[in-house]
């Protein structure tokens, strides 16, 4: 271990190699969490391995509830949050979508709750391996998600999901999204915070006049039908769209204590700023993206890369402001819908009517790939960047399916 010091003080406690579960773990650790529910499905599990390993230690002083399934556990997450103790839960897959009852009332309710989602395709046909359909799954209900690609952006988007879910403008619960079999499990070189940084970074949990309590008569969850069920969803709808100014607040202070470098808070660009073609995708694809966008700089060609970070909210002025200029855009799914419209995949047409108003729009195709935790190869992301350069292209191209 080394430890390591910025601003002249320590905000650093050592550099250690992690995966991306083991990242999340310390994140939950170094923000004081009160509550954690539990119930295995692989491969979030070893989040919570290691928070068993930290409260046997000593290192962490919180109540571990292992519930008899995921919905009882995301209830527990919930109930915990509106008591007012910080919580955390995860799954993966079906896991995720048994939860769904309790992981859509969590969103309704406006509780910070934050979550890992170990992204795993859907039975069946029973796979273990990557897709993003579970975490997309809650895209529009109220819940804030994002995607890492490494363990360190896993561990710092965990602690700003919990600054950004419990800021009094938005409190909304956070899904912090990242590939399973990929990220969840492989290791990577982590700098981790102090607790007295992370504690001048992420202030105690309160919700404030909402909190359940005796002492606090409130009504949670009301059956309201037509009389107030519209103005309920106002609400929650302009919690969302206060949430991107918070999101820019929480980055701007995380960079000024730990030096993290993230120019923007939604996505990472790589050769954007004067490219002809660019593909876009999130998690772990970024990893052989950004390898191949380098190599064919290399060769001259005129491509770039953007990672998306924060999904919910949706960066929609930001992305248009970043692909101003570019001619093609291919847009990289991890996931399908099937029977959707021009039979595109599910974020392409959130990407499309983003850029829609723009005045010159680019060109849009999409490329679904990587199903089931198939590997993307460097090949198949050049082919991508080529068939997004050609004209003829069909809207929609299943990459490395079987002959």
Known sequence: MSQVTQNSRKVFESEELMSGT???AHAVRLADVDVFAA??????????????????????DAEYIVADGEHSQFEIGKHASSVGARAFVGSSGVGWLYAMEAIVVTATDRLPLVALVGNRALDDPGAFGVEQNDALMVRDVGWLVAWVSTAQEALDTTLIGYRVAEDPAVRMPFAIAMDGGYLTHSEHLVKLPTKEAVKEFLPPYSLGDRVLHPDNPISIAPQVNEDW?????????????????????????????????????????????DADTVLIGMGSVATVARSVTRDLRKEGKKVGFLKMRWYRPFPTEELKKALEGVSNVGIIDRDFAIGGPNDAAVTFHDYRSALYDMKDRPRMVNFIAGLGGREISKQEVVKMFELTEKKDTPLVNWIGLRA
């Open 229 to 273: 069920v519209m103005e309920i969803r106002k609400q929650n709808y302009e919690a969302g769209k206060r949430a991107r100014g918070v999101i820019y607040k929480a980055y701007k202070e995380y960079n000024e204590i730990f030096n993290s470098g993230y120019e923007n808070p939604f996505f990472e660009e790589l050769n954007v700023e």
């Open 22 to 24: 083991e990242a999340v």
């Open 39 to 60: 119930y295995p499905i692989r491969p979030y599990t070893s989040v919570m391995d290691k928070l068993s390993k930290f409260l046997a230690d000593g290192q962490l």
